[in-house]
């Protein structure tokens, strides 16, 4: 018969054969049915005695695979939800407020200053920042040309005081500031210069990206600068430049942060297949921060980029929320642009790129909304422009209700000023209808949407206000668009 019985084999009346006093004590394999245990006798009595000392590793163990498993899931249903609509909560506060730059002799007559209240410049507000700057300053600029070193003109002055102040690393005698700068490597290193010297003495780290068109400060993840001046002095006395100042904005300085990570990542990599969750966000143009402005007024409000290989999980592209501005328009549509043409550039080759002129022949010819194009005219614009131009005029003739209007903003100049090359024209890139303000860093061409690192920020008024920052913007517009640099599209136009 076998020595091993099964249970059933065993039967019920079965005691086990007492031991000889000498008898070796038989070793279990188990006493608890775990594993690491084994007999001992103490005071004549089995004890078992078990080893617990795995299970602090294999619950630690454990922990660490779930965090692998469940954070891709976790992760997926946050891009999922970032895309879906979600019930806003209370506003946040927020200071925002326009700024612009006014080329010498640009001087608008005296009702129009009063129609609207007196703007800070750029070079204030850019002092205002490097003022309240306590730990860190990001700026992002494709030029660093801010000392007009082959230029003898007053006008260059405030572009190298602001540069002294970037290289003593903000005022004397306080903590030195952590300076990062994203530059355009794709440009002649000839504009590069001011950035240069800023790294060789310290001041700053620098790097740099190629097709850089974004134009922004960012300083401690609260206050910015946002819109089309350059780190250029022609920025601050001999362009038109418009932006938006933020202070005290946490939430959006910190998501527009996320922005200046991608950028400061592609100065030293590649264009990643996937972002990391950690430049992803939430904010975009269906789950909009809802902002209490200048505890005034409730606006929405999110920031777009370019192309859609730099957007990360989540964020917006600029031309798709400006299509969509476009598209929601009831009333008007009014845009300023330094160029306008719906051209994409590939190498050597030129394409037709009907993206927004579609979208605007739409809203003029199928919901009646009153269209109006202020676009800068200087001696380095392009001609064919203006086919393009009178191409969307000419729809006014296809039924009475469209109204399409076109003006060339032409900044006035002398002979001497036009010494200074790369001045005398006007900059700005923005737009603004009947619930909408965009405020970009550039103009708007095929090539800029698909290829170029660019930013905007969206500003949406929660109900009719006519009293909120995108009232502000459209005084603006409106201040240019009646002023006597705002002339009538006429053939062969001439500076």
């Known amino acids: 018969m076998s020595e091993h019985r099964g249970v059933h084999e065993i039967p019920g009346e079965y005691h086990p054969v007492p031991r000889e006093q000498d008898e070796p004590t038989p070793v279990a394999s188990s006493c608890c049915r775990r594993p690491n245990c084994h007999f001992v006798l103490q005071d004549e009595r089995k004890d078992c005695c078990c080893n617990h000392s795995y299970i602090i590793p294999v619950f630690i163990l454990f922990v660490l695979v779930m965090i692998v498993l469940l954070l891709p899931w976790e992760t997926i249903h946050q891009n999922e939800n970032a895309n879906g609509p979600v019930p806003v909560e209370n506003p946040l506060p927020c200071q925002l407020e326009l700024v612009e730059s006014l080329p010498l002799g640009l001087n608008y007559s005296q009702g129009e200053r009063e129609s609207h209240h007196q ?73 590069h210069a001011d ?52 202070r005290n904005c946490p939430h959006l300085a910190q998501d527009m942060g996320k922005i200046f990570k991608a950028y400061w990542y592609m100065g030293s990599n590649e264009v990643p297949e996937y972002w990391p969750w950690m430049y992803h966000t939430h904010i975009n143009q269906r789950r909009p921060l809802l ?18 290989g730099l957007a990360a999980t ?142 905007g920020l969206v500003l949406q008024d929660m109900d009719y206000n006519n009293n909120s920052l995108r009232t502000d913007l459209l005084a603006i517009f409106q201040r240019d668009w009646f002023s006597p640099y705002a002339l009538q599209l006429q053939p062969n136009l001439r500076i």
């Open 119 to 191: 703007l800070k410049s750029t070079f204030e507000s850019w002092q205002l920042l490097l003022g309240r700057a306590r730990t860190s300053l990001d700026i992002v600029s494709p030029h660093w040309t801010l000392r007009g070193l082959d230029i003898n003109d007053t006008s260059t002055v405030p572009g190298e005081h602001l540069f002294q102040r970037l290289l003593s690393n903000g005022d004397a005698g306080r903590p030195k500031l952590r300076l990062r700068i994203v530059l355009n490597r794709s440009q002649d290193s000839l504009w």
């Open 195 to 246: 950035a240069r010297i800023l790294a060789n003495y310290g001041a700053a780290d620098v790097v740099g990206i190629n097709f850089l068109h974004s134009k922004l400060w960012l300083v401690d993840g609260e206050h910015f600068y946002l819109g089309s001046a350059s780190m250029d002095w022609r920025s601050l006395t001999q362009r038109k430049e418009l932006g938006v100042l933020a």
């Open 291 to 308: 902002l209490n402005i200048n505890k005034n007024h409730t606006m929405q409000a999110y920031l777009a980029s370019s192309p859609p």
């Open 314 to 455: 989540g964020r917006s592209h600029e031309l798709d929320v400006i299509v969509e501005a476009i598209d929601k328009a009831t009333e008007f549509i009014n845009l300023a642009l330094m160029d306008y043409s719906p051209q994409l550039r590939r190498s050597n080759k030129l394409e037709y790129w009907p993206i927004i002129d579609n979208a605007l022949r739409r809203a003029a010819l199928e919901r009646g909304v009153a269209v109006k194009l202020l676009i800068s005219w200087w001696k380095f614009s392009d001609p064919s422009e203006d086919h393009f131009l009178r191409s969307l005029q000419a729809l006014n003739k296809a039924k009475e209700e469209v109204d399409i209007q076109m003006r060339r903003f032409v900044v006035p100049t002398t002979d001497e000023l036009d010494r200074i090359s790369g001045g005398r024209v006007s900059c700005n890139s923005y737009l603004v209808t009947d619930s909408i303000a965009f405020i970009g860093t550039y103009s708007w061409s095929g090539e800029h949407f698909n290829y170029s690192a660019g930013i």
